[in-house]
Every structure is written in structure tokens, then in C-alpha cells.
């Protein structure tokens, strides 16, 4: 059992940057497949982004060449680094874990872009 809490959430203005983090307890850290989805209201949650096991990383459309994905095997987290920040962008943003058929979601964290 792995148990995923994000931090990092809050209000930021159109233009700005935030970073969200997830902390991970239970399981093998390292071997997961550790990524960011977000659900904004009234729609689908979506990729974020995802780094693999041996680093490999994947991007959701909207948010390529703004967002850095990156893990800490070490300590156990995993980092979402978002820039130029827009109101499309407000969503709630879920830390989730996966191998194999074991899939493990955090409870989420929410971003609202606003001015």
C-alpha cells in the first residue's frame, strides 16, 4: 500500500510560476511510475505529466514546455514545477503512483490561476 500527500497548492496570478509536491510512503518508491493528473471542474481528469522508473518523462499537450517533472528516490517525493501559469490551469492536481496493476492517488491539492 503506498500512500501519496501533495503539497504546494494555492493562488497564483496568471504569468506566475508554483510548485507541487508529493510525498510518498508504503512501497518500493523507486519502482514506481510516479505522475501528475489534474481535474478541473466539470471535466475529465487529465495527464499532467509522468516520470518512469528510469527517469523517462511524458507530458499532457497543454501543458508541455511550462511544467518539469521530477523525482527523488532518496526522499520519497515527487515535484511538479509549473510556469507561466494560466487560468486554464486552475484545477485540482492528484499525485498518483503506478506498477503494474497497482495504481495509488493522493487526495489532491488544488491551483487556482487568478488575477
Known amino acids: 500500500q503506498v500512500q501519496l500527500v501533495e503539497s504546494g497548492g494555492g493562488l497564483v496570478q496568471p504569468g506566475e510560476s508554483l510548485r507541487v509536491s508529493c510525498a510518498a510512503s508504503?512501497?518500493?518508491?523507486?519502482?514506481?511510475?510516479m505522475g501528475w493528473y489534474r481535474q478541473a471542474p466539470g471535466k475529465e481528469r487529465e495527464l499532467v505529466a509522468s516520470v518512469r522508473s528510469d527517469g523517462i518523462t511524458n507530458y499532457g499537450d497543454s501543458v508541455k514546455g511550462r511544467c518539469t517533472i521530477s523525482r527523488d528516490n532518496a526522499k520519497k517525493t515527487v515535484g511538479l514545477q509549473m510556469n507561466s501559469l494560466k487560468p486554464e490551469d486552475t484545477a485540482v492536481y492528484f499525485c498518483n503512483a503506478k506498477l503494474g496493476a497497482m495504481d495509488y492517488w493522493g487526495e489532491g491539492t488544488l491551483v487556482t490561476v487568478s488575477s
Open positions: 508504503g512501497g518500493i518508491f523507486r519502482f514506481y511510475t
